[in-house]
């Protein structure tokens, strides 16, 4: 049982590039989530699913894509990459979402 | 519209000192969540406790327990006798049934603890 398995872990982007994060989850869940974290400011919300083909912006979406064709894969796409997505981004996924999520292992994205 | 604060930024202590990190939270809802993550060096993200607003009860895990106030919005973190594997950041976080269940997080209390 992999849980939640995100790819790259590290990814360094020019600016103006585009590239997809993914995602995968094995554990049948409906809810997904993806965050960014910077320093001091926790983990915020880029864009979330509550099943397959259906999504929502949370609240950083901007400059960001997802779709959710399958339950299992959530992947999250950078249009045209700025120095400001510099971030760790961590994907999250859960059965029932008042139960709390399960994390990825995170990617951390480095934009020059 | 619900917001988390952790006011706290870093605490340093000496292992077996005890740390509290506070946490404050703020939603209209009645029905609501808190959970506390903890983030290693290593950088995952591991779940350590929910709460939901019915139960108030506290919590204790071993050398962790939890202090849930709803008079005060807070849902405050020990770590009793602290060791050096506890130096993490620690995230409190709030969903909202109004909300999709969507977790809202503190921006995290960085706690080191020296040998």
């Known amino acids: 049982n992999a849980g939640v398995t995100q790819t790259p872990k590290f990814q360094v982007l020019k600016t103006g590039q585009s590239m997809t994060l993914q995602c995968a989850q094995d554990m049948n869940h409906e809810y997904m989530s993806w965050y960014r974290q910077d320093p001091g400011m926790g983990l915020r919300l880029i864009h979330y699913s509550v099943g397959a083909g259906i999504t929502d912006q949370g609240e950083v979406p901007n400059g960001y894509n997802v779709s959710r064709s399958t339950t299992e894969d959530f992947p999250l796409r950078l249009l045209s990459a700025a120095p400001s997505q510099t971030s760790v981004y961590f994907c999250?996924?859960?059965?029932?979402?008042?139960?709390?999520?399960?994390f990825g292992s995170g990617t951390r994205l480095t934009v020059v | 519209a619900q917001k988390v604060t952790q006011a706290q930024t870093e605490i340093s202590v000496v292992e077996k000192e005890d740390v509290t990190l506070d946490c404050v939270y703020e939603?209209?809802?009645?029905?609501?969540?808190l959970f506390w993550y903890k983030q290693p060096p290593s950088g995952e993200l591991v779940f350590l406790i929910r709460r939901n607003s019915f139960d108030e009860q506290n919590e204790i895990s071993g050398r962790y327990s939890w202090n849930f106030q709803k008079s005060t919005s807070s849902f405050n973190f020990t770590i009793t006798a602290s060791q050096v594997v506890d130096s993490a950041v620690y995230f409190c976080?709030?969903?909202?049934?109004?909300?999709?269940?969507?977790?809202?997080f503190g921006a995290g209390t960085t706690v080191t603890v020296r040998a």
């Open positions: 939603t209209r809802d009645t029905t609501y969540y």
């Open positions: 976080a709030l969903s909202i049934d109004s909300n999709d269940y969507k977790l809202s």
């Open positions: 999250a996924s859960s059965y029932e979402a008042r139960e709390g999520y399960t």
